[in-house]
């Protein structure tokens, strides 16, 4: 367990938010059955992209490239990637984290208005995956399959996205299913059959089995990321997994959080 703190997530109305220390979950203990290793094409490929996405104007709002270490996250997911494809890799990443690091798309809270404001806003940031039409060009000629999964995942993304503001989860079920679309790890997913050429037959790729183990890596990247907020010192957001268990206190929460975490680990282990 790790120490960390935030604000309590009542605070009384009028006073300001009451600092609490609290134990996070140990994820690196938990996740420790998933072997860890490093590109050796690192360093070149983090410097290559991160002026790529200057030079395209992609800006990150609360933070410079270099301190998002996306060129990082890409060599330690895929560690037998060789230069090219890591390189697009790290720049899919790079254009995820972008958006993440932005409001969600919609504004309205109104689903019906929400709707007709998301087509609209959506086609805008489609723009921003434009990006890497050039190359992902190239890779669907080689394997049309594969980048058919990649827009439906990158759909996915968006439109969930765009359901954010007027979404209401009715319990920790439809939450975590939500999630799942709208942390974005879909697309990363996929990359690796990227990375591999993977050509799957059609009766895999709609396996029960296949689902099951996409859902559990998706689950373990989105609540890991919704344990990890607690750090920012902030209260915790209306839309994080924490909010929604129903608990005696943000420490149960945190717990039964990483209890979950932990059961999709497991799970992956089995598959």
Not at 110 to 125: L, T, V
Not at 195 to 203: F, G, Q
Not at 204 to 221: G, K, P, T, W
Request: charged letters at 20%; one cysteine or more.
């Amino acid at each position: 367990m790790s120490e960390s703190k935030a604000a309590s997530p009542n605070p009384i109305e009028g006073q300001p938010p009451r600092t609490i220390c609290i134990q996070l979950p140990d994820l690196l203990a938990t996740c420790s059955p998933f072997e860890l290793r490093m590109n050796g094409h690192c360093r070149a490929v983090s410097q290559a992209s991160e002026r790529w996405l200057l030079d395209c104007g992609v800006v990150l709002p609360s933070m410079k490239w270099p301190s998002a270490k996306v060129g990082l996250l890409a060599a330690a997911c895929y560690p037998t990637a060789d230069a090219p494809q890591l390189r697009l890799m790290a720049d899919v990443l790079g254009l995820l984290v972008y958006r993440l690091d932005r409001p969600a798309l919609g504004r309205s809270t109104d689903h019906n208005g929400a709707e007709g404001e998301c087509a609209d806003i959506a086609r805008m940031e489609q723009e921003i995956f434009s990006l890497l039409s050039d190359r992902l060009s190239s890779a669907a000629y080689r394997n049309p399959g594969w980048y058919i999964r990649f827009r439906k995942a990158q759909r996915a993304f968006l439109d969930a996205r765009c359901q954010t503001p007027a979404f209401e989860a009715g319990n920790l079920e439809s939450y975590i299913s939500f999630r799942r679309q709208q942390c974005g790890f879909l697309i990363p997913l996929e990359m690796i059959a990227y990375a591999k050429d993977l050509r799957l037959p059609e009766s895999f790729l709609s396996s029960e089995r296949l689902e099951i183990l996409r859902d559990c890596v998706c689950d373990i990247a989105a609540l890991s990321e919704d344990i990890v907020s607690c750090a920012n010192g902030t209260p915790i957001d209306s839309l994080n997994v924490l909010s929604i268990i129903e608990s005696g206190s943000l420490e149960d929460a945190l717990a039964i959080a990483g209890n979950i975490v932990n059961q999709r680990v497991n799970c992956v282990s089995r598959c």
